[in-house]
């Protein structure tokens, strides 16, 4: 680790003094070691209390101090995967970060010497936001140079989150990359929009009314603004059958609550870990899918897929599994795809490697 | 703020509990006063110290705790810009972080309703490096759309940075765009390209050549990689007069060094508080400028801009005054931009407004 240690010394160089470090480079960490564990140190002199937590741990765990003032722990071994942690330093939690563990072979979403699709940042007016929003766009390998039109997925990041989610914590353009140089999925167009109509920081983000204005305002800018911009700026097919809509999260309940109600738009629908009662609570104008989805004779001539997933570790599992319950009672065909984890972007990740070839077969 | 309030509460709700808040929520911060002061605050009830650095403050604040163990502070006023700042608690520096402090008009930074061109990423194969690498790309309002050639700006960011600097901090597309609409620039490409040959994990980042394999690596990868993907994906024009190259701080000095080493290859060179040292080290192979540019009447002929910009605040300014008067006694035409400013992309914002226009008239 000389070679960090020497991009410290370059960014020194370079840095102002409000920012310089001061004393001691900073510890290495994390530092994977051969038999797959993993030591985590941070130099915290004046500190009483170091604690670690992370999508490896089940539990916190409490790092030591040596005599120079830096706290470690070693935990793991860890499986290859990319995972997030977080220390606190006297009960203040630092920035969260990523811990990648690499393995003997490329996983899925590791960026391969294949074809390569792009990911495109665009901005769009929107009438019903009165303002430029932004999203991602990903094409696949060669369209650019094709004439042909594709299907199109919108899919939606979880709360917190934002447009670039799906790409930098998902790799949805790598695992896609791959699927398709792997003979597993025809190409599509996924459009990865901003979830929320107003950012945190907005009036209209406040008040009584916030979550349903939120809820309203995200459909309306889907379906009045966004649709018909890519439709105008890329090859795609513009009809229901090929339109598919998913999300995570806050994005999985947007997903279903606005699939489910659009069948007129959306052919295949599908939540990752959805958290339903942002859209199902009565601040979030409170969508009754019992109503929504009574025809269901309707509803299964429409709806190509219906996808629901969910970690039997995650806080969402027993409201997902309700929800699949209501799908089962009321005669309407879907999946309901019970797996490992929790609410992370391991989970995540390995969802949209499963579902992306089911939704335009 | 009872709306990042309900922010929060959302992402409670659907988070893992190893990453739920524990106890009160997060005070209000930072909170911009109607006079253009700034309240900022943190809970940290178990800490001796905290401090503020800030690229707003000459020094860094110190907070002082409440009864409820919320440390705070008030500076300013504050004018309106982008800035990082960061805590520091009990010596431990949290992450950096943007204050985003609006004024009454749009800044030239500021998203405009105009026409907006698109950022991609896109991945290449390199030679060079033998990997896969991603690259940024800025394409102009309608350039889907249109049939034309357009000229290209390579553009480099700094010390610790990667390829998405440019347009998450530097704002590069809301720039040109902005410029476009306004009639004072030509529409054009702009690649902003991974300035690290190796990153810092690995191998060959390590050792005493690293400088300079680093060097050389970027240098390669930039000419024999990066330019023919360009030329093969993109409509641009492909010859040397609608080519330049430009960076800040290591990327300022990576300009430098391969746009005066290459002017077959580049016909604009610009350098945005360049960080020289990094390229004229033993360790970086000791690029002698000097003798690169004795012959000034080829290097006049070829050169049509060479501009060197540095803050006087910078603790670089007085390498690239010194790195000018060379310029100057050498007989080379170019211009040297002293500015008000630091180490910052306050300055990197301004100068790309300033110099976009300039390169292709």
Not at 155 to 183: C, Q
Not at 257 to 270: E, K, N
Request: aromatic share 10%.
């Amino acid at each position: 680790m000389r070679a960090f240690r020497l991009t410290v010394v370059i960014a020194m160089l370079v840095a102002q003094p409000v920012f310089a470090q001061r004393g001691a480079p900073a510890p290495r960490s994390p530092e994977i070691l051969p038999d797959g564990r993993v030591t985590f140190r941070i130099a915290a002199p004046n500190a009483t209390d170091v604690r670690l937590t992370g999508e490896f741990l089940k539990a916190p765990e409490t790092l030591h101090k040596d005599a120079k003032g830096v706290w470690s722990a070693t935990v793991g071994p860890v499986s290859p995967e990319i995972y997030f942690y977080q220390f606190a330093v006297d009960g203040v939690a630092m920035a969260r970060t990523k811990l990648d563990v690499s393995g003997p072979s490329p996983r899925f979403y590791d960026v391969r010497p294949v074809a390569h699709g792009a990911v495109e940042q665009r901005w769009y007016d929107s009438k019903t936001i009165q303002g430029v929003r932004r999203a991602f766009v990903y094409t696949p390998p060669n369209y650019a140079r094709s004439s042909e039109r594709y299907p199109v997925l919108y899919l939606f990041h979880g709360a917190g989150g934002d447009e670039s989610g799906w790409s930098e914590n998902g790799r949805a353009n790598v695992i896609l990359d791959n699927l398709i140089a792997d003979g597993k999925l025809k190409p599509l167009v996924v459009v990865m929009p901003y979830g929320y109509a107003y950012p945190p920081t907005s009036p209209l983000a406040d008040g009584p009314d916030a979550m349903k204005r939120q809820r309203d305002g995200f459909s309306r800018d889907l379906i009045d603004d966004l649709i018909p911009f890519v439709q105008a700026n890329y090859r795609v097919h513009a009809d229901r059958e090929h339109r598919a809509i998913a999300g995570l999260s806050l994005g999985g309940g947007q997903a279903l609550g606005i699939g489910l109600s659009h069948t007129d738009v959306f052919s295949r629908v599908a939540g990752f870990s959805a958290a339903l009662g942002a859209v199902t609570s009565p601040q979030a104008g409170g969508l009754d899918f019992k109503s929504l989805i009574a025809d269901s004779k309707k509803m299964n001539d429409r709806l190509k897929l219906l996808w629901v997933g969910c970690g039997t570790e995650d806080t969402l599992f027993n409201s997902n599994k309700e929800f699949a319950q209501l799908l089962e009672s009321s005669g309407i065909k879907h999946t309901f795809r019970v797996s490992d984890g929790a609410h992370t972007w391991q989970v995540w990740r390995r969802y949209l490697n499963e579902v992306a070839p089911l939704l335009f077969q």
